[in-house]
């Protein structure tokens, strides 16, 4: 398969735009069970507004939230699907550029000393695009993430060594979701990476906060640490927003990689309840656009 | 735990009047303001044209369309989606907009902090928590942009909302030393130790 470059720019416009105003179905089933098992009043009334806010959101085809964030395009290629990278890398961008014109759409994006804002949602090294490859004929998979500001200040790393342990990194992740508070937003997913080097523990995190509500780790062990922690969080009473309640986060999701012999890394990434991300498809039969 | 329409600007006594917990409805004027904008205003040294003075602000950069000046859209500017910014980060800046600009309520998310809170009882302010991330519902509670002032700073430009029935908002911090924000931290830390030993992490 040979890509159309024009129709990437073009998928890269729309998945921006569609994850800005359309919120997947299991965040949206994420905020149903949370609103059952909410027990604290002014949880049940916050809850209550977010679904809500969803439903304008789709009613008045407007963004579910104001801030754009931070793009992020996670593109997965498979077999036998030839394209010049150099110019999918630039579709992708010009497809970002023309959301933030055409829509129009604030652009989040700074540069970090001077603050100039291009007003593009464009900057240096941004939009991020994170390429990978998997097993699927003539597959392209395109995944788009704004991630917003107010969950990813919600970021913190350390490196503890293995007399800590793991019990170290389980005490550490509780303990952000403490610092943390009301200010990532939440209901919240917490995204946690568990080993790597410290660059892909960070990442683990950011892919673990933005994976679908109800995935569950691909390792077993990953996967049990996940559920001790998901059902912890929310014994905090945190609460929506950080006005008490139970709903803390939606779920607490890891992802993990192999580690140094003298490491035990642990990343801590939250995504706030706007869960937000768009995905499309594009085979030989066509472009699917779905979560 | 009271609800309160207030048309802006308010005066002190009716900000004293404010109490955790009861809930507010705002009508009239809302300015929004956020971090590039305080800091233009109080490290920079810049000063406004709007008057402030008595009035609630929130902490928001809009999405906006640009617009050819007419009675709707007096500023030049169309509102699209109009949300709000987690609040704590603008922290230092309060006792400013209150001192210097009279403003008496801030309306934002995730709360405030110690420092705030001193401001809010000596000067008479109040927080008024919104639903973070609700963008969507609260942009039909704003009519049109009226104004906007510091505009090479947009979207980070200071800007001058008319609103409708904007809310219901929740008092999470008043001028009587209340917060919401730290009744729950506080109870928070207290159960830290009882969840940490549920996972058999306990110091």
Known sequence: MELNLKEIEEISKTLYIQALKLLPDDVKSGFDRLLREETNETGKAILGTMIQNVAVAERTRNLLCQDTGIPIYNVTIGRDVHF?????????????????????????????????????????????????????????????????????????????????????????????????GGRVCPP?????????????????????????????????????????LSKAVNELGIGPQGLGGRSTAFEVHVEIAATHITLVPVAVNIQCHSARRARAIITPGGISFGV | ???????????EDQIRALRVADTVTLEET??????????????????????????????????????????????????????????????????????????????????????????????GGAYLAIVGGAAALETTWIEAIDAVDLDDLNPESLWRFRIKGFGPLLVGMDSHGGSLFARVQNDVKNRRDAVLASLDLAD
Do not use: W
Not at chain 1, 152 to 172: Q, R, V
Not at chain 1, 189 to 217: F, Y
């Open chain 1, 84 to 180: 010049d990278g150099a110019a999918l890398k630039q579709a992708i961008r010009q497809g970002c550029e023309r959301a933030t014109h055409e829509h129009p759409l604030r652009s989040s994006v700074v540069h970090p000393i001077t603050r100039f804002n291009e007003h593009t949602s464009c900057g240096l090294r941004v939009p991020i695009i994170n390429f990978d490859f998997d097993e699927r004929e003539e597959t392209v998979d395109i995944e788009m993430i704004p991630k917003g500001s107010g969950s990813e200040s919600g970021s913190y790393l350390k490196m503890f060594p293995p007399a800590d342990g793991i019990k170290a990194a389980k005490a550490f992740v509780i303990d952000r979701v403490i610092e943390s």
């Open chain 1, 188 to 228: 919240t997913v917490v995204g946690v990476g568990l080993g790597g080097t410290s660059d892909l523990c960070m990442h683990l995190a950011k892919v673990a906060a933005t994976r679908a509500i109800g995935s569950i780790c691909a390792d077993t062990e990953g996967a049990k640490i996940e559920a001790q």
């Open chain 2, 1 to 11: 735990m009271a609800h309160h329409v207030l048309k802006t600007p308010v005066t």
């Open chain 2, 30 to 123: 809302l300015f929004g303001i956020r971090d590039a904008t305080l800091i233009a205003m109080f490290d920079q040294g810049r000063r406004t044209s709007l008057y402030l003075s008595g009035h609630a602000v929130i902490h928001t950069a809009p999405n906006v369309r640009k617009v050819e000046v007419c009675p709707e859209s007096p500023a030049g500017y169309e509102p699209i989606c109009i949300g709000t910014t987690t609040s704590m980060r603008m922290e230092r800046f309060t006792r400013d907009l209150m001192q210097r600009e009279g403003v008496r309520l801030i309306v934002g998310k995730g709360g405030m902090g110690e420092e705030t809170l001193k401001a809010f009882s000596e000067m």
